[in-house]
């Protein structure tokens, strides 16, 4: 069964900057892409930032210049750093990690369980 476990959400002034994190586990043959998602009240959920496993990156257009994608593929960890961050940028983060648990399993996403981010105005 695999994981995926957040962290880094808070709450912060407008402005400033936070760092989400999140930690695939369980049992995995390989990582494709991983990614993060938001979804404000009201809302659906959307598409912030991703990265395959080779490093290409996709932004949200209001993020592109103030937030950043990596990962680490050792760790099967993805990251998103937040700077600059708006009152509209609050909302509950969720990662997604496409994986294979086995080696002729399909690949499917996963979710992490949303860590929340506030940005105070």
């Known amino acids: 069964q695999v994981q995926l476990v957040e962290s880094g959400g808070g709450l912060v002034q407008a402005g400033g900057s936070l760092r989400l994190s999140c930690t695939a586990s369980g049992r995995i043959f390989s990582v494709n892409a991983m990614g993060w998602y938001c979804q404000a009240p009201g809302k659906q959920r959307e598409l912030v930032a991703d990265?395959?496993?080779?490093?290409?990156?996709t932004y949200a257009d209001v993020v592109k210049g103030r937030f950043t994608i990596s990962r680490d593929n050792a760790k099967n960890t993805v990251y998103l750093q937040m700077n600059s961050l708006k009152p509209e940028d609050t909302a509950v983060y969720y990662c997604i990690a496409y994986i294979k648990e086995r080696r002729y399993d399909p690949t499917q996403p996963y979710w992490g369980q949303g860590t929340q981010v506030t940005v105070s105005s």
């Open positions: 990265i395959t496993s080779g490093g290409s990156t």
